[in-house]
């Protein structure tokens, strides 16, 4: 039988990091000794008081439907979340949680975007944003950030690519993958960018708000004024902050009318998210947040580490990034040499390279919108950031 697949199927990419991940649990499952930099999940367990709410739940019988946007307690605990972290106010009704961060994108770009409509999304960006984009029909126009500029978005850069067809901006910062984030006067710069665009709407993806280091400081462009608090649609969730990845817990907030849509989007997918996932996310947006301290203080210590050591290998030069858990170096120096007569031609080649003669997993910089680079996730011990650098210093070594 012939089996014709949809064409917004056949569009799709496959996760690369979701990919390389798969491949060295794969290694690994075959007895292979493989350190992993690829997934990007905190390696700390969830802490305890959450996961206890999550058993109480299920002792208390909390295991039916509820509302397809998520509790009334959890809705306003997100509110007084977005209080504590922006200053800024929200109602339960502009609020929506859902299945993870990613089905959060997914329904927001499903509710608010038609075909010739476009995105602006700064790379190195998020693997699955401009492919969600497609998903809905609509265009990514990829805009590049530099190095040299921090990975920032830049004002000059975005306004090249506007256009009367620019339905919105993606903000992502922290960012996922270079970790880098933008100052106040950089976000700054861009809102008076947009100000000549009415119309545009900012996806504020602010998943690693709480991630940041050494004095780095969130600024969300929602917070500017009440004018850009109504054109900007927050996203977080539970999954990084709280190490909480597999609860699947993601929101929006923003636009009472956008929240709407994307709910009755929700309610003809997925319906609610998890009931016992939403008790455990609002132990742990009520809870205490020290535990987000712990986790950041040694993902400081593991972040200044990996990148000593990979500016210790010839050919390769990282910045230190500001948020987040990644580190995005820069391997352009090792691109062009061969091991056993075979050239690393690219990024590509060079991840290919490391996992199958060092054992070793990351991520290559070009399903991120940017060749000649790779993305390491510190989200991992101290004796595996060290075992895993050593390797790749000793396989860089033997290019020639």
Not at 95 to 120: P, R
Not at 124 to 133: F, L
Not at 190 to 210: C, F, G, M, N, Q
Request: net charge positive; hydrophobic share 40%.
């Amino acid at each position: 039988m012939n089996v014709r697949l949809a064409e917004r199927v056949r569009r799709i990419q496959p996760s690369a990091t979701l990919s390389i991940d798969a491949k060295a649990k794969q290694l690994k499952a075959e007895g292979k000794d493989v350190v992993g930099f690829g997934a990007g999940e905190p390696d700390f367990d969830t802490p305890d008081h959450i996961k206890e709410a999550a058993i109480a739940a299920i002792k208390a019988g909390q295991t039916k439907y509820t509302a397809v946007g998520g509790t009334p307690e959890l809705r306003k605990a997100v509110c007084t979340r977005i209080k504590g972290d922006y200053g800024l106010d929200y109602q339960p009704n502009e609020v929506l949680v859902s299945c993870g961060g990613k089905h959060t994108l997914y329904n927001l770009f499903l509710a608010m975007l038609d075909k010739g409509d476009e995105v602006i999304i700064p790379a190195p960006y998020w693997v699955s944003y401009p492919e969600m984009v497609g998903m809905a029909d609509a265009t990514p126009v990829c805009v590049e950030t530099k190095e040299e500029d921090g990975f920032a978005l830049t004002p000059q850069a975005l306004e090249k690519v506007l256009t009367p067809r620019t339905r919105m901006v993606v903000l992502n910062y922290p960012s996922n993958p270079t970790g880098a984030t933008m100052s106040e006067a950089q976000i700054r710069a861009v809102a008076k960018v947009l100000e000549k665009h009415p119309d545009v709407w900012v996806i504020s993806d602010d998943i690693y708000l709480r991630l940041l280091y050494e004095g780095a400081k969130f600024f969300s462009i929602a917070t500017i004024s009440q004018q850009w608090k109504e054109r900007t649609i927050i996203v977080n969730g539970a999954s990084k902050a709280y190490s909480m990845t597999g609860w699947r817990i993601g929101w929006a907030a923003g636009n009472k009318d956008v929240i709407a849509a994307m709910e009755k989007l929700q309610s003809q997918s997925t319906s609610n998210p998890s009931s016992i996932a939403q008790a455990a996310a609002l132990a742990a947006f009520t809870g205490d947040q020290h535990v987000v301290d712990k986790m950041l203080v040694a993902f400081d210590e593991r972040r200044k580490v990996i990148v000593d050591l990979l500016n210790s290998i010839d050919g390769i030069k990282c910045r230190l990034p500001e948020g987040a858990f990644y580190v995005f170096p820069n391997v352009k120096g090792v691109l062009g040499k061969s091991f056993n007569g075979k050239k690393i031609a690219s990024d590509m080649d060079f991840a290919a390279y490391l996992l199958e003669q060092a054992l070793v997993a990351v991520v290559p910089g070009t399903p991120f919108g940017a060749p000649g680079y790779m993305r390491l996730s510190y989200a991992t011990s101290m004796d595996n950031i060290r075992k895993g650098l050593s390797r790749i210093k000793e396989a860089v070594g033997k290019l020639g």
